[in-house]
Every structure is written in structure tokens, then in C-alpha cells.
């Protein structure tokens, strides 16, 4: 089936440090998800990304729909303590009328004391 | 707004019971979904309702799971008999288009 790599798998970081993490697909999509998922929730949604080019920001998230369609990537700048936790890419296809997600397997952020 | 609420949020059970879960969507949000989720990974789609109509159920094991939404609004997911590789977290969504929010999902450990 359809796959999407997301990396890193995981991330060892310094509190104050930057973020980035990607998502990348043979496909091209017409909808780029960015979610968090922490211990015992579900996933919440962070950044909906619906044009190629797209950039938008969420308070220190910013996450940009590639111009090829088939990538997306997503920033955290300065991380903090509370943004441990599970991301997860997640991607409509392109010519999929049923909404379909098709998900990356996350990237874990951990955030060294 | 309220968001999607699931119940139970654990589940503990012996292999071949039964076992089933609640939904209920966010209000307004047509379109649910049910979702399997295994640690370390992302979640798996089991089944989609249009309203009351399940539109896409291909990755629903049918033999054991069964899935309901007769009023167009709560769902319930059931198992019957639960196996030990059921052992999972359950998630439910809702969606008017693209965005697809979550329920806290049921934990269900099959022992």
C-alpha cells in the first residue's frame, strides 16, 4: 500500500533547540496533516497544509507543503519541556475523494534534562 | 466545543470475550472513523461512516470486529472474541472534510 517515510524516527534534543522533521512520499498528495500524540491521547491536529508551497504557522510550528506534493516538513524553534511527545505526518492523496489518510509512523521528540 | 469522547479509556479482557467501544463525534462532523493503533506506530483505518453508512470498511477484519452507527451520530466497535494480537489503542475520529480530529482512544489489553 501506500507509504509515506517520516523521519527521524526519534529525536534527542537540548531544551531551546530547533526541530525539524520530514515526511516524504513516491505520491503526491493533495493535503499534508502535521498531528502530536502524547501518552494515553489521541492525536491532535497541529497544521492542516492544503497547496504546494504552503507555509503556515502555528505559534513556534511552522510546517510547509512541498513543491513537488510528495513532501512536507515541520519546524519547532525553541523547543520546550511540553513539546515531548509523538508527531505524526499524515496525507491525503491526490485524486482521493474519500479523505483517506495515509500516515507516516512518527517521529518521537525527546528532550534531554 | 466538546470534542470526540470515547468510553471506555481502559479495557481489560481475556481472550475470547467481547469487548466493545463508544464514540461520540464532535457535533456536526458527518463523517467518523475508526481507527486501530499499535505502539510505535500510526493509527490504521478499520472503518468510515458517511452519516450512517459505512462508505469504506475494507480494512475492518470482519469475522470478529462489527461496527454500527444507526442513528448517524454515536458508533460502537465491537470484537467478538478478542485475540490476543487485538491488544491495541482504538481510536475513534470525526470530520466534516480533510481535518480529522481525535478522540483520548480506549487502551484494550487482551490478556
Known amino acids: 500500500g501506500q507509504q509515506l517515510n517520516q523521519s527521524p524516527q526519534s529525536m534527542f534534543i537540548q531544551e531551546g533547540e530547533d526541530v525539524s522533521m520530514n515526511c516524504t512520499s513516491s505520491s503526491i498528495f493533495n493535503t499534508w496533516l502535521w498531528y502530536k500524540q502524547e501518552p494515553g491521547e489521541g492525536p491532535v491536529l497541529l497544521i492542516?497544509?492544503?497547496?504546494a508551497g504552503e507555509l503556515t504557522s502555528n505559534g513556534r510550528l511552522t510546517a510547509q507543503f512541498g513543491i513537488t506534493r510528495k513532501d512536507s516538513f515541520l519546524n519547532i524553534s525553541a523547543s520546550i519541556?511540553?513539546?515531548?511527545?509523538?508527531?505524526?505526518?499524515?496525507?491525503?492523496l491526490l485524486g482521493d475523494s474519500n479523505y483517506q489518510l495515509i500516515w507516516g509512523a512518527g517521529t518521537k521528540l525527546i528532550i534531554k534534562p | 466545543e466538546a470534542g470526540v469522547v470515547q468510553s471506555?479509556?481502559?479495557?481489560?479482557?481475556?481472550?475470547?470475550?467481547?469487548?466493545?467501544?463508544w464514540c461520540n463525534p464532535i457535533s456536526?462532523?458527518?463523517?467518523?472513523?475508526?481507527?486501530r493503533q499499535n505502539l510505535g506506530q500510526g493509527p490504521e483505518l478499520l472503518i468510515r461512516y458517511e452519516n450512517e453508512e459505512a462508505v469504506d470498511d475494507s480494512q475492518l477484519p470482519k469475522d470478529r470486529f462489527s461496527a454500527e452507527r444507526l442513528k448517524g451520530v454515536d458508533s460502537t466497535l465491537?470484537?467478538?472474541?478478542?485475540?490476543?494480537?487485538?491488544?491495541?489503542?482504538?481510536?475513534?475520529?470525526?470530520?466534516?472534510?480533510n481535518e480529522q480530529f481525535f478522540g483520548p482512544g480506549t487502551r484494550l489489553t487482551v490478556l
Request: proline share 7%; aromatic share 16%.
Open chain 2, 78 to 97: 465491537k470484537i467478538q472474541p478478542a485475540e490476543l494480537g487485538d491488544s491495541a489503542v482504538y481510536l475513534c475520529a470525526s470530520s466534516l472534510a
Open chain 2, 8 to 21: 471506555p479509556r481502559y479495557k481489560i479482557i481475556e481472550k475470547k470475550q467481547p469487548v466493545a467501544f
Open chain 2, 28 to 35: 456536526g462532523h458527518n463523517t467518523l472513523y475508526w481507527y
Open chain 1, 81 to 92: 519541556p511540553s513539546d515531548v511527545g509523538i508527531y505524526f505526518c499524515a496525507g491525503q
Open chain 1, 48 to 51: 492542516a497544509l492544503y497547496k
